[in-house]
C-alpha cells in the first residue's frame, strides 16, 4: 500500500492515546459546499457522542469548487454553537485519518435509497481495510433528505435562492465563486 501524506491530520495532543475521554466519531465528507443536511447530521451526531469531528476531504479527484481551507472555514461558521463539534481536514485514507484521531467511529449520512449502495460498498471497503471501525448510518431530517451540494451547485448556477438549503454565508460565498469571471 502507498505510504500517505498524514501532516494536516495529526491528531492533536488532547485526542492522543489514552488522555482521550468519551467516545469521539469522525464525520468524513468533501462537503462542497455544506449544507443545512450536513448540518443537522452534525448536530444530531453532537447529542450522541462526546466529540465529533467533521473531517473535510482535500478530494482532488471530485473537483471540488471551493478549496479545502474554503471548506473547513465555511463548516467553522456554519457549526460555530453546536458544542462539542471540531472541524478538520484530511487527506489520504479514511480510516487512516480515524485511526490518527484515536477514534473507531464513522458517521455517515444517507439521504435516499440512492445513496445505498454507494455507502454501502464504502462502508464494507473500509471494513475491510481497518475492520475495528464501525460505521454508523444516520438519516438527515425529511426537510433535508433531498439536498445534495451537487444540487445546491447546480441550482445556484442557475441563480436560485438557497436560503432554505444552506446558510446565508455559503450562498454568499457560492454565488461569489460563480459569479461569472470568478
Known sequence: MPKISIASQKPSAKRRGASQKGKTAIYPGTFDPVTY????LIKRASRIFDRVIVAVAHSKSK????????????????????KRVEIEDF???VVDYVKASGANVMVRGLRMISDFEYEFQMA???RKLAGD????????????????SKLIKETAALGASL????PKEVEAALKKKLKPGF
Open 37 to 40: 443536511g450536513h448540518i443537522d
Open 63 to 82: 473537483g471540488t469548487l471551493f478549496s479545502v481551507g474554503e471548506r473547513v472555514e465555511l463548516l467553522k461558521r456554519s457549526t460555530k454553537g453546536i
Open 91 to 93: 487527506d489520504g485514507l
Open 124 to 126: 464494507l471497503t473500509n
Open 133 to 148: 471501525i464501525e460505521t454508523i448510518f444516520m438519516m438527515p431530517h425529511e426537510d433535508y433528505s433531498y439536498v445534495s
Open 163 to 166: 436560503g432554505n438549503f444552506i
